[in-house]
């Protein structure tokens, strides 16, 4: 018997692998950074755990509409009027096991069998594999360093064909904190609306931007994006809750309900406890303390690793404007050595700087072999000490 061939084909995530590298080293004894992660380093509030205490005690462990509760829909459409000035009727709202999950059946929902999917490249390394899962094709539009990481819309044109269905857009981004703008977001726009192409938008950091930054979601800019862009969004990011696997998603209603059929068929509802604890987080007034409090603790540690990586040499990295991710540059290391093995591309490098007690995470995963990439939701002690030794690594490349 052999492994289906849509299965075979999915790629193992290198950003567990380099994980799991580095927690075998820790578990030897050895001292590693991890710049890994993928979470931020708070506490989910206890006003969120209380909550999720108060559905065990009234008993609120059961089933709940495969779509998610009520109560929560309704928070999730005044989330959506209050920040993004999008208005949503709970029949628009999918409420998933996390945003993954919410992404998954978002691309199945829109893209049939051989449909070209437009992905500006790098890219979160997720979604390739669902756009294969979902039968489509993935169209890697390069957006390079020079404009930000952010794909223009003269590209997004370029690269229409009449096969194409959706863009996957990420904003805040997640491998470079590329946060696109109200203009650069309406350029993007006309040509969907020309092309009739669908969006699927993954705005999950949309709370992390910093220095003056503002979130623009695309499905706010016209009617016509509002009836063809699906806007993924969760719990997991903003108030910190990852381990708590609620996602959700506004699309249109034929979309969502579509959605929503196939969800009751895979994983049914998201879990009750973790739904019930989520319309505590999105409707407390301490929510907005809380993320202004981790944002600005993130900006801390963002300006001083952008800093202090600006200052090393070989390294080269713009400043990212959200999420909790530096993408550095490093291909000026490239062709040195490392105690006799030679640094060829972004996956020599972490496996030469992991034995240096720094685990980054190779931009090859993310489509850009040139780069690193580095979190900032770990300690600033860490990003310190983890810094002094990337600089020490890199002065030791022959
Ligand atoms: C860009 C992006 N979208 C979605 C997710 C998934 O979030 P969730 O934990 O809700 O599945 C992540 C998690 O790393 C992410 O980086």
């Known amino acids: ?3 289906a061939k849509k299965v075979k084909e999915i790629a193992p995530s290198l950003t567990l692998e380099i994980t799991a590298k580095a927690k075998k080293l820790k578990s030897e ?16 509030p206890d006003y969120i755990i209380d909550a999720a205490k108060k559905a065990l005690d009234i008993g609120f462990t059961k089933y709940t509409a495969a779509s998610g509760m009520a109560e929560l829909k309704d928070a999730i459409c005044t989330k959506f009027l209050k920040d993004n000035g999008l208005e949503y009727k709970p029949n628009q709202i999918v409420v998933s096991t996390g945003a993954k999950s919410s992404l998954y059946h978002a691309i199945c929902a829109v893209v049939d069998d051989g449909d070209e999917v437009i992905l500006p490249s790098p890219f979160w390394l997720t979604y390739p594999e669902l756009i294969k899962l979902a039968g489509g094709v993935t169209v890697y539009v390069k957006a390079g360093k020079e404009n930000g990481y952010k794909m223009t819309a003269a590209q997004l044109e370029a690269n229409i064909t009449d096969k194409t269905k959706c863009l996957i857009l990420n904003t805040p981004n997640n491998p470079t904190g590329a946060v696109y703008t109200e203009k650069e977001l309406s350029d993007i726009a006309k040509v969907c609306e020309k092309y009739g192409i669908y969006v699927i938008s993954d705005e999950i950091y949309e709370k992390l931007v910093y220095g003056g930054e503002k979130h623009v979601s695309i499905a706010a800019l016209s009617d016509y994006m509002k009836e063809h862009t699906v806007v993924v969004n969760g719990m997991s990011k903003s108030y910190s809750m990852t381990g708590w696997r609620i996602g959700y998603l506004a699309a249109p209603a034929e979309i969502a309900k579509g959605v929503s ?10 879990c009750s406890i973790a739904q019930y604890a989520s319309v505590a987080a999105l409707n407390s007034p301490e929510s907005d303390k809380f993320i202004a409090e981790m944002q600005q603790v993130f900006d801390e540690r963002r300006k001083y690793m952008v800093k202090t990586l600006q200052e090393t040499e070989g390294v080269v990295c713009i400043e990212p404007k959200g999420a909790f991710y530096v993408f550095a540059d490093v291909s000026g290391c490239y062709g040195k050595s490392f105690r006799g093995e030679k640094i060829t591309g972004s996956l020599s490098f972490a496996d030469a700087a992991l034995k240096c007690g720094i685990a980054l995470v190779p931009g090859i995963a993310f489509g850009d072999d040139n780069c690193i990439r580095l979190s ?3 300690s ?3 990003i310190k000490e983890g810094l002094r030794r990337l600089k020490e690594f890199i002065g030791e490349l022959k």
């Open 261 to 270: 059929s196939m969800q009751s068929h895979t994983t049914s509802n998201a």
């Open 380 to 382: 600033i002690e860490d």
């Open 29 to 44: 004894g050895v001292s590693v950074i991890g710049f890994g992660a993928g979470e931020p380093d708070f506490n989910t």
């Open 376 to 378: 900032y939701a770990i």
């Open 1 to 3: 018997m052999s492994i």
